[in-house]
């Protein structure tokens, strides 16, 4: 729809906080109606991107994101794993594939990668790319010369998100500032990689966090190409076990929102998705989300299975969309 003036002249990167905040307090019909008009000049509404996500080294993080089951700080009884050899990620790869991925994403429990790791992360994302995968990696901040090998490497994606607003984020993590976050993501988009960034609901922010973490990445320019919206999956140990759940209707008003704001951006339905019924799921497809994790974990919480997916898929005339589409 490239050569269609409307929808072009709907992707801005100049969005005020007021017109963010018009948005959110606008009645739910409403915003419903302009986030699906929206998103069907931009996208095919009952194609949605497939991605898998496998976490090549698990655990032992050394920062303190306080969700985060996988810092070395919070007790929550998760295995750790070393980072795995190339050939087994690739085999497992191939398996999603066979699946019906196009996407491939690689994550590791880090707060950055030390070169040697990044040596094999490179065979990794290599391999991935001969499947004729997309690829996709989250292994922390990254300078921009690592950066820039893993754009040799083929790698498509980095994901690395905000989280949250930026004066909530020192409630959530203090390992690492926000602007070391922005940093990363200048790196990640001056080597020309595609940037996956989102954040999770659910932290204990506000409305008027919610409002501020949409308008900077709506700010971003260009967008981040993927979109993900976590819904916080609780686990015990961390500090976060215990917060207030966010209200299923805000949670697709978030998604309308991010629709809205990032017309072109596959905005993705991400962790938490398990806990989520086929109807909710449903109003976010509607609300615009274009994108899903499928598979039976994501990174170490559970995620539906392949088959309900699939079951999903055919109850919402749903269909995966093609790779080359992807992005
Ligand atoms: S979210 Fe990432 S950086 Fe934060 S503790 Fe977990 S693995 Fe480490």
């Not at 004066?167 to 926000?178: D, K, L, M, Q, S």
Request: aromatic share 6%; hydrophobic share 40%.
């Amino acid at each position: 729809m490239d050569g269609n003036g409307r929808a072009n002249a709907d992707v801005r990167s100049d969005w005020t906080l007021d017109e963010v905040r018009a948005l959110h307090a606008l009645p739910f019909a409403d915003l419903m109606h302009r986030a699906q008009s929206t998103h069907r000049r931009h996208f095919d509404p009952n194609q949605v991107q497939v991605s898998t996500l496998l976490s090549i080294k698990t655990g032992a993080c050394p920062e303190d994101c306080a969700y985060c089951p996988q810092s070395i700080r919070y007790d929550t009884g998760l295995e750790r794993e070393a980072l795995m050899e190339p050939a087994a990620v690739i085999a497992r790869a191939r398996a999603a594939r066979e699946a019906g991925a196009t996407r491939f994403c690689m994550g590791a429990a880090w707060r950055s990668p030390k070169d040697r790791d990044l040596d094999k992360v490179v065979e990794m994302v290599e391999g991935v790319a001969a499947l004729g995968l997309e690829t996709c990696a989250t292994l922390g901040m990254l300078t921009p010369a690592q950066a820039g090998r893993l754009k040799v490497a083929g790698l498509d994606y980095y994901n690395h998100n905000l989280d949250t607003s930026e004066a909530f984020y020192g409630e959530v993590i203090t390992t690492r500032t926000y602007q070391d976050r922005l940093e990363t993501l200048a790196a990640v988009r001056d080597a020309g990689i595609h940037v996956c960034c989102g954040g999770i609901l659910g932290l204990g922010e506000t409305a008027g966090d919610r409002v501020a973490f949409l308008h900077t990445l709506a700010t971003l320019d260009p967008h981040p190409e993927s979109v993900p919206i976590n819904n916080l999956v609780q686990v015990e140990g961390t500090p976060l076990a215990g917060t207030p759940a966010v209200d299923p209707i805000d949670f697709v008003r978030i998604i309308a929102i991010a629709r809205i704001l990032m017309p072109r951006s596959h905005v993705r339905l991400s962790a938490g998705r398990a806990a989520m019924s086929d109807e909710m799921q449903a109003l976010c497809f509607l609300a615009g989300a274009n994108s899903i994790f499928y598979g039976e974990k994501l990174l170490t919480t559970g995620n539906p299975d392949t088959e309900s997916d699939h079951a999903l898929f055919s109850r919402l005339g749903i269909r995966p969309e093609p790779a080359a589409a992807g992005n």
